[in-house]
């Protein structure tokens, strides 16, 4: 088994690969794919490639559907990298409130200076700033980051408001006493001193921050994006900040646009660029290729169903991938009853437009039955294992 890589992988997810594959940098042949951000949009796709999985949350840059349509499964790392986000949000939020870029460069400008501490008592007025002890921030977004963020700025001494009307009761369950989750974002808007952003880019989301929820917000508010550029609409931040409704705007996705805007922070994409980051994408997305390919087991899909299967007990096990289709989900049925006497244990799940069928079957399945399944129309992949 193949395994290409379209970006540095971190060597501690390498060398969990056993003797069973090879991991090559001949990545337009490879069964499996491991990326992190390199754009896949207009990646050749080759009829052996079984998964993708990016070492990261955000897949904006595999074309999902275009992946499902060939029964190629896409796997992502959501909490891998949570840690190393969460220490770069305090970051930023403290550069915001207080002016530490103006006050490095002013010490770098004047390193010359043989009286230089004489002189910084009568400079540093000018790079005062405020504490963030006491202040309100809105977390728009508590998974696995937003969650950790919420908790970090709890324990420094902040009121927390999380919007989330999606979340878990298990991801409830992690956040500090005394976090308020209001999911009325009008309500929180004019109270908020800092809001911080942790959702995915979809339709729903896209420019979810523009003049209308500008117009809510108090002036002098800090806004944190360190999930996608496109959720705040550019030119409407710009209004926001020309208005002063927002302060200081702080952002790991600084667009053209953003980047030659007053009262910026920005980063360079650096929220995961961590050691400890890069090396637990890799651990977890290694091992959900090999618990694919060996189980047929599903850990964190993106475009089909997430499935826990058991260690194989029998000769074979079946696994079909689908489109999402009850006329077809009988029709593999119908196959299927042919070996009814050797199937022993079988699971189906569905995802949005996909499916997955998994069958444990008690003898070595006859090619064709394959032939069969392949010539469905709606099947997306069939493999023994």
């Known amino acids: 088994m193949k395994v290409g890589y379209l970006n540095k ?147 420094l001494g902040m009121k927390v408001i999380g919007f989330d009307p999606y979340i878990s009761e298990e991801a409830k369950s992690l956040l500090n006493d005394g976090i308020e989750i209001n999911n009325n974002l009008s309500e929180s808007y004019p109270i908020a001193d800092y809001i911080s952003l942790h959702l995915p880019l979809l339709d729903s989301t896209k420019h979810m921050i523009n003049a209308q929820a500008f117009q809510q917000m108090k002036k002098g508010t800090v806004l944190l994006n360190f999930s996608r550029d496109l959720l705040v609409k550019d030119e409407d931040l710009k209004d926001a900040l020309d208005q002063q409704i927002v302060k200081k705007y702080v952002t790991d996705f600084p667009d053209h646009f953003v980047a030659n805007l007053d009262n910026i922070i920005a980063f360079p994409h650096l929220g995961a660029s961590t050691e400890e980051s ?50 077809l989900a009988r029709e593999i049925e119908k196959i299927m009853m042919d070996l009814e006497e050797f199937i022993k244990g079988k699971v189906s799940k569905v995802k949005g437009n996909y499916g997955y069928f998994a069958y444990d079957i008690d003898i070595v399945i006859n090619p064709d039955t394959i032939e069969k399944l392949n010539a469905l129309t709606g099947v997306t992949k069939v493999r023994v294992i």
């Open 9 to 155: 992988i971190s060597p501690l997810g390498l060398t969990l690969f056993t003797n069973k594959y090879s991991v090559t940098d001949d990545f337009l042949n490879a069964d499996l794919l491991l990326v992190r951000s390199a754009n896949m949009h207009e990646h050749p796709i080759n009829d052996n490639l079984l998964a993708i999985a990016r070492a990261g949350a955000g897949v904006n840059n595999i074309p999902l559907d275009k992946m499902a349509e060939k029964g190629i499964v896409v796997f992502n790392t959501p909490g891998a990298n949570a840690n190393g986000v969460k220490e770069l949000v305090i970051a930023g939020m403290l550069m915001a409130a207080r002016d530490l870029i103006g006050g490095i460069d002013w010490v770098r400008n004047n390193k010359n200076d043989q009286d230089i501490l004489k002189t910084i008592e009568k400079a540093k007025a000018a790079f005062g700033g405020t504490e963030i002890m006491g202040k309100t921030i809105l977390v728009v977004g508590l998974g696995a980051i937003g969650g950790k963020v919420a908790n970090a700025c709890s324990d």
């Open 278 to 327: 890069e090396d637990n994408c890799a651990i977890m997305a290694c091992k959900q290729l090999m618990a694919y390919v060996e189980k047929g087991e599903i850990i964190n899909s993106v475009n089909y169903p997430n499935i826990k299967l058991e260690n194989i007990t029998t000769k074979s096990r079946l696994i079909i991938l689908a489109q999402n289709d009850p006329s």
